[in-house]
Antibody, heavy 126, light 107 residues
Framework: EVQLVESGGGLVQPGGSLRLSCAAS????????MSWVRQAPGKGLEWVSA????????YYADSVKGRFTISRDNSKNTLYLQMNSLRAEDTAVYYC???????????????????WGQGTMVTVSS | AIRMTQSPSSFSASTGDRVTITCRAS??????LAWYQQKPGKAPKLLIY???TLQSGVPSRFSGSGSGTDFTLTISCLQSEDFATYYC?????????FGQGTRLEIK
């Protein structure tokens, strides 16, 4: 079964740091680009960051550029999001999501997200 | 960034109804459009990608159409499990962006 399981969320003070993890199973992790998408309480979905299957290409939303870093360890089938200089507006459920197509199938750098994790809550508050 | 606008933002319908949700992109996105369903406290679920391709395992009562800037999601015969929030998303260019969501409620 294809599965993504996030962890690492919690309560952090403004200006603090947190690292989220997303453990993948059931597919060839290194062949798929991965993304982080967040959802503030009662709000819609906002894409945060993406990384290619090899890890060689990364992309960020303007709202987190310079503060968040996406990375992956393909030997551990795990995706990460290092979040620094956290702000109240970063409070959200953070989901990891898998690209629809593998690196051998994809014809373009961006695709829909076919598998999502259950999410991990990040609360930034003093 | 490409802006995605859904309409309506919410509406009520009854089991068995045929419903249509629309999504408009602020610029042409070809057919690089996906639809997701989200239930309270759950992760989004991919329903349709490439504007009209049904994701594996999704019931055939869901269908999508459109290209360029205007898209629709149609549910042909509402079932009780379809009451949820629906989001469109463009993946034509970075950053991928979502519509604000359409909340479908039971009448």
């Amino acid at each position: 079964e294809v599965q993504l399981v996030e962890s690492g969320g919690g309560l952090v003070q403004p200006g603090g740091s947190l690292r989220l993890s997303c453990a993948a199973s059931g597919f060839t992790f290194s062949s798929y680009a991965m993304s982080w998408v967040r959802q503030a309480p009662g709000k819609g979905l906002e894409w945060v960051s993406a990384i290619s299957g090899s890890g060689g290409s990364t992309y960020y939303a303007d709202s987190v550029k310079g503060r968040f870093t996406i990375s992956r360890d393909n030997s551990k089938n795990t995706l990460y999001l290092q979040m620094n200089s956290l702000r109240a507006e970063d409070t959200a459920v953070y989901y990891c999501a898998k690209d629809t197509y593998s690196s051998s199938e994809r014809t373009r750098p961006l695709n829909a997200f076919d598998i999502w994790g259950q999410g991990t809550m990040v609360t930034v508050s003093s | 960034a490409i802006r995605m606008t859904q309409s309506p933002s919410s509406f009520s319908a009854s089991t068995g109804d045929r419903v249509t949700i629309t999504c408009r992109a602020s610029q042409g996105i070809s057919s690089y459009l996906a639809w997701y369903q989200q239930k309270p406290g759950k992760a989004p679920k991919l329903l349709i990608y490439a504007a009209s391709t049904l994701q594996s395992g999704v019931p055939s009562r869901f269908s999508g159409s459109g290209s360029g800037t205007d898209f629709t999601l149609t549910i042909s015969c509402l079932q009780s499990e379809d009451f949820a929030t629906y989001y469109c998303q463009q993946y034509y260019s970075y950053p991928p962006t979502f519509g604000q969501g359409t909340r479908l409620e039971i009448k």
